[in-house]
């Protein structure tokens, strides 16, 4: 089973940035779609972005199009995801999430099924 471990987290005011990495320890990433996952108390997990193992396709859920940035760097064996712009609302565990199966990364890999290994989640706090 693939081991992720997510970190990057943080408490940030409402327009700052925050960078989180998602890193491998039990294998490499170069064969691996990545996608990236929320979920806020209360409420459901929501995908956020996902990119193919190639870094070639990138999908981003609306609510942080334009906001968010994800990139991979499989030399270091790390898939990052760069948010700009934060709001109260981006407030939540972000999870990374890994799956080999398949290529490209259509809507349907912002759905949390369509992954196996899961990380443990780091905490992102959005407020003044």
């Known amino acids: 089973q693939l081991q992720l471990v997510e970190s990057g987290g943080g408490l940030v005011q409402p327009g700052g940035s925050l960078r989180l990495s998602c890193a491998a320890s039990?294998?490499?990433?170069?064969?691996?779609?990545i996608g990236w996952f929320r979920q806020a108390p209360g409420k459901e997990r929501e995908g956020v972005s996902c990119i193919s193992s190639s870094g070639g396709s990138t999908n981003y859920a609306d609510s942080v199009k334009g906001r968010f940035t994800i990139s991979r760097d499989n030399a270091k064996n790390t898939v990052y995801l760069q948010m700009n712009s934060l709001k109260p609302e981006d407030t939540a565990v972000y999870y990374c999430?890994?799956?080999?199966?398949?290529?490209?990364?259509?809507?349907?890999?912002?759905?949390?099924?369509?992954?196996?290994?899961w990380g443990q989640g780091t905490q992102v706090t959005v407020s003044s």
């Open positions: 999430a890994a799956d080999r199966s398949g290529a490209g990364c259509g809507t349907w890999r912002l759905r949390a099924t369509a992954y196996v290994d």
């Open positions: 039990s294998d490499t990433l170069d064969d691996y779609i």
